[in-house]
Structure formats: C-alpha cells, structure tokens
C-alpha cells in the first residue's frame, strides 16, 4: 500500500490509495471458507456446500466487502501516520487507470481546522443587573389575575377590555370574501385578537347596533388575495360582557397551588420564581454576548461537510416540529440552504468551544451537574421526583452537562474580557430577552 497527501484547499485534502489484490483474494477466501461451514443451500447439508458453489452465490457480496475493509484500512492508517483530523466522512472513488495487482483509489476529505482564541482583552460584555422587589411581584400577580379573568353581561356601551359577541360580514368588491363572515364570534376589545381598525370600530357599541366600516388589510398580511386590498365590513353587536379580576384573596392563592391559600406564601413563591426567571435571562443575555466574543476572536475556514451534517440535522429538526404543529410535510419543502448561515455558526462556535474546554480543563464536574438539576427541579411539584429521573439513565443528563460546559466556557470568558454591570427594568429585561 502507498499514499501520498495533496492538499487542494485551506482544508481540503486528497490521498492516494493502492489496495494489494493478492491479499485482498487471500482474505475473500478465507472468508468464503468460513462462509461455507455455516451456509445454507437446498439439497446439502449445512457445511457440505461446495466452495464453488459459496463463491458463485456469495463471491461477489463478499469481494466487495473485503476491498471496502481494505480501503478504509488504508484510508484510517494513513491519516493516523500523517496525523490528520478527518472532519466528516472522506468520498472514495477508484482511479480509472490501475496497476497489475494492485487498485488505485482517490480519497478526498476535509480536516478540522486549527482553532486558535484571540485576545479578550479588549472585548467588552454588558452584564444586566436587577433586583426583584415588591413591584415586580405586584406586576405579576396583576398578570396572574387578568389571566383568570372572567366576564358577566353588562348593561351599557362596549368599552376596552370587554369581550363581545359579534356577526361580521366582509366585501370585497362587494362579494363576500373567504373567511370574512362568522356568526356568534366572541372577541375582546382591545385584545389584538383584531386588526387595529376593526379592533376599533367594536368600541361604543350597545347590543342591536350595527355598523359598516371600510378596512385595508396590510400589505404583508398573510392571505395573498386580501394583502393591501380595502373591504367593506358589517359588524351586528350581540352581547357586552364586562371583565371581572379576582381579588387577591386565599381562594386566588389556592388557584395558584399554595396550601392552606396563604397570601404571604404566595408573594414569597412569585418572588422565588421571578428571581429564577431574571436569574436565567440575565445567565443567557450574558451567555449570548460571550459567545459572540470568542466567535469574534477566532477567524478560521468551517468544514463544509460539518456545516451540512449540522443543516441536515436542523432540517428534521424543523420538519418535526411541523408535524407536531398539524403540518403536513410533504407539501412542504425544506431546503438545507435556509440552514446554511445558521448551521456555519454553530458549527464554528462548536469547535470553539471544544477548543477552549479542552485547553482550560473546563468540563462539567459531578457537583456542578447536580446543582443544575437541583436548581431545575425548583421549578417543579415534586422536586425529587425530576431528581430522579435525570440520574435514572446516562443519556437523561446530556444536556445538562452540555449547559454545565457552556456555563464554563462563559465564566472563562468573562474572566478574560471587560465586563461591566448594567441596571435594567423588569419590562426591559424581559423585552430584550423577546428579541433576542
């Protein structure tokens, strides 16, 4: 066997390979042999198959397997001696011309490329800062309570906040269009069940009245037909029911699963929870910023096969969660190329990653892996119970250990960059946290 590297690209490489068939026959049959004591065939005992008649039946199956094993052989020892990181799978063709005796073969692969971190120094990460009080419990709970609204007939005009029954009718050049025309239709003022001018015209209602108003559907709006176009629709009022809050009361508390409906407990279980929250957004706003960092400090060619097995990967990811959501998939394409940006940048803050864990000894430790689950478990009724079932099973723990590494690699990034801490709101933690 002889082999010899070319290198065609920043990471692409080719390798020769000759494949010795002399003992590429010598291993088909010693493997035919073996075959032959086990085969079966009509008319002979189990071990009494003539060898000529196991070659004639299994000769070529088996040809094919041997001279795989001995390609991939030469392939692995070759870049085992030269010492090369094969990223993906390499494509192996044979060579039109060969030598007697021998088969040439072609092998081209990609290598992981050197990772090497940049200086942090300089890099600058903003670290929100927010102490949960009295009004962001406050805030929640009145959250809490128009999540538990409920509404009684009321005697008068509709107003914001109120829920409405309504028949609607709507033209488009005076046909009635698809999907403009409903009976008994309950909407909330004001909720943005609506488009805004429709949303508007159901104020200063009483039931009996009707109206006709005109309403031009946004240009982006989803239904190709009615996008930029201006209707006519006719509303008929059916019904006003004014919103009612619980009061913040034991039966409240209850309805949130505290015992015995203690208000105080209640507070002290929001507040716990909000602390958490807070706790997570600012952990992932950081998080976000720190990866972005060593991102930017390293400047190296991805492996465009690791780019399209994590693209391929993304795909049925997406296909699953259409299936899930009551698509059918097979009306809908999925392309590889809408993954592709995407599917390079994580590609690249993978090997990063596995770069800087690697030099720094920064893998998750048992007691770091516990206080995540711990931590997590708070979120539950039954605490012990989700203890449980991540350290049932190996497999149930990968996650967290991955999220374990992350919180590593972060911490070592800030300890390399200029980090300093912001005060924020409660609204604009959480808005950032949306946007992002």
Request: hydrophobic share 40%; charged share 30%.
């Amino acid at each position: 066997m002889q082999t010899n590297e070319v290198t065609l690209g920043a990471l692409e490489r080719r390798i020769d390979l000759v494949v010795n068939l002399a003992e590429v026959e010598a291993q088909v049959a010693a493997r035919l042999k073996n075959l032959g004591r086990t085969v079966k065939m009509a008319g002979f005992r189990p071990g009494k198959v003539p060898l000529k008649m196991v070659e004639q039946s299994y000769g070529p199956q088996v040809r094919n397997e041997v001279l795989g094993d001995a390609v991939e052989a030469a392939f692995s020892k070759t870049v085992q001696e030269q010492n090369l990181r094969v990223a993906g799978y390499p494509n192996i063709v044979p060579k039109e011309t060969s030598v007697e005796g021998k088969m040439e073969f072609v092998a081209t692969f990609e290598v992981f490329p050197e990772v090497a971190v940049g200086d942090l120094a300089a890099s600058e990460i903003e670290r929100p800062s927010l102490a949960v009080g009295d009004a962001e419990v406050d805030r929640t709970i009145e959250v809490l309570r128009k999540q538990r609204t409920t509404f009684v007939k009321a005697e008068r005009a509709s107003q914001e906040g109120d829920r409405v029954t309504i028949d609607f009718t709507g033209r488009k050049d005076g046909e009635v269009f698809e999907g403009g025309q409903a009976s008994d239709f309950p909407v909330v003022v004001g909720g943005g069940q609506m488009l805004p001018d429709f949303d508007a015209a159901l104020r200063g209602l009483n039931v009996g009245d009707s109206k006709t108003f005109d309403l031009t559907f946004p240009a982006e709006y989803h239904a190709a037909n009615l996008a930029g176009q201006t209707v006519q629709f006719e509303i008929a009022l059916k019904a006003v029911e004014a919103p009612v809050l619980p009061e913040v009361d034991a039966t409240f508390a209850q309805a949130l699963g505290v015992p015995n409906g203690d208000t105080a407990k209640m507070r002290e279980e929001i507040k716990a929870n909000l602390e958490r929250e807070v706790a997570r957004r600012i952990r992932a706003r950081v998080r976000d910023q720190a990866l972005e960092v060593l991102s930017k400090a390293c400047a190296f060619d991805v492996p465009k096969a690791l780019v399209d097995g994590e693209a391929g990967r993304m795909v049925e990811a997406a296909k699953r969660d259409l299936v899930q959501r009551g698509v059918d998939v097979k009306n809908v394409p999925v392309s590889k190329d809408w993954f592709t940006e995407q599917a390079s940048n994580r590609v690249k803050l993978g090997l990063i990653v596995a770069e800087v864990v690697g030099k720094n000894s920064l893998n998750a430790k048992p007691e770091q892996i516990r206080a995540r689950v711990d931590d997590l478990a708070q979120t539950y009724e039954k605490p012990e119970d989700v203890v449980r079932w991540y350290y049932s099973k190996p497999e149930h723990l990968r996650d967290i250990e991955d999220a374990v590494v992350e919180d590593n690699v972060v911490e070592w990034v800030l300890g390399q960059a200029k980090v300093s801490d912001k005060g924020f709101t409660f609204e604009e933690l959480m808005e950032q946290a949306q946007q992002a």
